[in-house]
């Protein structure tokens, strides 16, 4: 009896094989600021690397009826920037939308600056870089969309952004604040 129950649990176990087998998924950002998803390495598709979200723990999966497990904050310059390229990358206003310190917001001027976000993330990332001046950004050493690996001096107290698309280039400014150890983007226009 035994030996017909390991028979019938074979082809359940020869099923699974092939989910195992599959190859790493490289998630780039192109020249033009689109998201390309590959089985090659980002360099080789003339593409710049995008951080993955962090393996999912069991006690971080989101179960269905449950709210979904929260963000850590961007505690510094490097991680604000590129959990911003990611929010680009993934065409995603509510990402971004979660780097944002929405204290003091009224319901319309909230609403109206989602629909803003939603519009700024569909064009392509030109440029990120802190301050005024976007020599002033150690971030922005070689390509202006590459990860920095870290950033040891405090940021200045606005991100600007540059967006292309149909209908011409566009800049964002994003006010960054600091509280409770995170900083956080106030959207400028």
Known sequence: ???????????????????????????????????VFTDQPCTSQQATPVQAPPPASAA????????APLQR???TAAELRQRVIDA??????NQLAGLMLWHGYGHVSAVDDIRALSRLVRQPLLEIHFGD???DDPASAGSDLSPVASSAAPPADELQLRTGGDDGERSARFAITRQAGCLWLRYGG
């Open 1 to 35: 009896m035994r030996v017909l129950a390991l028979l019938l649990l074979l082809p359940l176990c020869t099923l699974a094989l092939p989910a195992r087998a599959q190859n790493t998924i490289h998630r780039c950002v192109d020249a033009h600021g689109n998201p």
């Open 60 to 67: 971080s999966v989101a179960t269905p009826g449950l709210p």
């Open 73 to 75: 904050c961007a505690g």
């Open 88 to 93: 680009f990358a993934a065409r995603d206003p």
């Open 133 to 135: 001046d976007p020599g």
